[in-house]
């Protein structure tokens, strides 16, 4: 059986420790030198890049999100052991971890960080799919020859100079395909390594509940729950005609994936339409000042992945999803692309005001789509919001003296609200 030391990337036969440094941090598998297909995830991303600003806070609790009114978009793992999660009002949070520090999220500083971690990425491979600002597919197939070392080498360097050179951390998942990394990288977060081969996968997989399948929420598993299907087993007794005639389209995928079998492939060049992201209350709301900081982050977060991807979008999407799980979808063209936070959050309000009713809201989101390259973005200005260049200018200036000094020297005021 191969296994890897983490800790100076040597290769050998299984042990507990490494016998070129005596390093405890070894991964073993009969697989582990043959698979290419992996899933890296940056541990608590936005609280650890925070905490590389701040060395004082490394042993500190730290949660990154509004005030007092406002949610958590996410916190470190010491947080995580007192029951803080994302999204969770923090009020709760700072009942459960009151000792947390609390600090406002720098959208335009993660990105930086993630545009340098993919950087470290396109030195493996040409073959990423990034998911996110903090994750990515990668398949590494065919590169040994070229870097002299099998993929698990590599990506354990990768987590390596992560560490070393941008003081953030990651988790790496890896198989034989896409389905499998991704659950392989949740396994021992954080700063973990772990390998599902194909010898293992259904085995590994029968006594997993559905919930592990990428894409079955809580609506999904009930509707499962429901045909008396609980776990992967339970979805393997079910032939595959059934579960088509049952969940349509789903129950096919379904079917194949209950069996570790995905078929895509990490797709490099695959053309992203829209760029959104949504978050889910832990209670029902429909006080619109909470609505509001929640809309105003989330038109942070789209507007640092437009800039981090190098595109603008020329419609402006709102979605809520109210109580009784009705999905309420508006949508406004915009005269020009745009990638600015500022003019998505008021695009978005502006969609937000003109519903005839609001009622209990468990979900708010917004996006962009048909998007164009950033150079077409953001030219002509606003002729009926003379002030909108310039916030637009302060925007942009604000991104230039975040990417550089990465500090909190200037925040937005509504992001103290």
Request: charged share 30%; hydrophobic share 40%.
């Amino acid at each position: 059986m191969s296994a890897l030391c983490r800790t100076c990337l040597t290769v050998f036969e299984t042990g507990r420790r490494c016998p070129a440094c005596g390093s405890p941090r070894v991964v073993a598998h009969p697989e582990l030198t043959e698979l290419s297909i992996a899933h890296m995830d940056c541990d608590a991303f936005y609280a650890s890049v925070e905490k590389r600003e701040r060395p004082d806070l490394a042993d500190v609790p730290v949660i990154v999100g509004g005030g007092r009114r406002g949610v958590v978009t996410t916190c470190c793992y010491i947080a995580r052991i007192k029951g803080v999660r994302s999204a969770m009002p923090m009020f709760k949070a700072l009942e459960l971890c009151p000792e947390a520090v609390v600090l406002k999220g720098r959208m335009d500083l993660y990105a930086e960080v993630s545009r340098q971690v993919r950087a470290m990425m396109e030195e493996l491979t040409p073959a990423i799919e990034p998911l996110s600002l903090d994750e990515a597919f990668l398949d590494l197939t065919g590169t040994e020859r070229l870097h002299g070392a099998p993929p698990a080498v590599m990506l354990a360097r990768l987590v390596k100079r992560m560490k070393s050179e941008l003081g953030i951390t990651g988790s790496i998942g890896l198989s034989h395909n896409k389905f499998l990394a991704k659950i392989a990288s949740d396994l021992d977060k954080p700063q973990g390594f772990s390998v599902i081969g194909r010898g293992e996968t259904e085995s590994f997989l029968a006594d997993k509940p559905v919930g592990i399948i990428w894409g079955v929420g809580a609506v999904g598993q009930e509707s499962l729950r429901r045909a008396g299907i609980h776990t992967i087993r339970d979805l393997r007794r079910w032939d595959r005609r059934d579960l088509g005639r049952r969940f349509g389209a789903m129950g096919d995928r379904l079917w194949h994936l209950a069996r570790g079998e995905d078929r895509r492939r990490v797709s490099a060049n695959r053309p992203v339409k829209s760029i959104s992201k949504e978050t889910t209350f832990s209670e029902n709301t429909q006080d619109l000042d909470v609505l509001d900081g929640h809309l105003w982050r989330l038109a942070e977060q789209v507007s640092a992945r437009a800039k981090a991807k190098g595109v603008a979008g020329r419609v402006v999407t709102l979605k809520l999803k109210r109580a009784d799980f009705q999905i309420v979808t508006r949508r406004h063209a915009l005269p020009e692309p745009t990638q600015i936070a500022d003019r998505i959050y008021r695009e978005a309000r502006g969609l937000l005001d003109g519903l005839d009713r609001l009622g209990q809201t468990r979900l708010i989101g917004c996006g962009i789509s048909d998007l164009v390259p950033e150079a077409q973005a953001d030219r002509a200005g606003d002729l009926l919001d003379p002030s909108a260049a310039k916030r637009a200018a302060a925007e942009r200036a604000t991104d230039a003296i975040r990417a550089r000094f990465g500090t909190e020297a200037i925040v937005k005021g509504r992001a103290l609200r």
